[in-house]
């Protein structure tokens, strides 16, 4: 059964940095692709980064050059690094997987591509 976990969300402020981790079980040989979405109040789901089985990455253009996401398959964990956060980054954040990177390859910020999500964890960017 595949099983998502995240973790390191809190309050910070403007300019401040964390990093979220998602724990991921289930996946056979780590064998997956996945991606760190988010939730604004009242908004719908953003894909911000997503990684690949070989390690290839993507960032949206509202967070490139702030935002890393990494994974380390010995730990099952994949990272979100977040720096220089701003107001506008504040949301729940959610990792997602899919095991047919194919379906997600290109189309990565499409949530309904994904077929297991963690619960979330909420980030919060104010003064």
């Known amino acids: 059964q595949v099983q998502l976990v995240e973790s390191g969300g809190g309050s910070v402020q403007p300019g401040g940095s964390l990093r979220l981790s998602c724990e991921v079980s289930?996946?056979?040989?780590?064998?997956?692709?996945a991606s760190w979405f988010r939730q604004a109040p009242g908004k719908g789901r953003e894909g911000i980064a997503t990684i690949d089985r070989d390690g290839t990455t993507r960032h949206a253009d509202s967070v490139q050059g702030r935002f890393t996401i990494s994974r380390d398959n010995d730990r099952k964990t994949l990272y979100l690094e977040m720096n220089s956060l701003r107001p506008d980054d504040t949301g729940m954040y959610y990792c997602?997987?899919?095991?047919?990177?194919?379906?997600?390859?290109?189309?990565?910020?499409?949530?309904?591509?994904?077929?297991?999500w963690g619960q979330g964890t909420q980030v919060t960017v104010s003064s």
């Open positions: 289930g996946y056979p040989h780590n064998n997956y692709c």
């Open positions: 997602a997987a899919e095991m047919w990177c194919v379906r997600v390859r290109e189309q990565w910020y499409d949530p309904d591509r994904y077929d297991s």
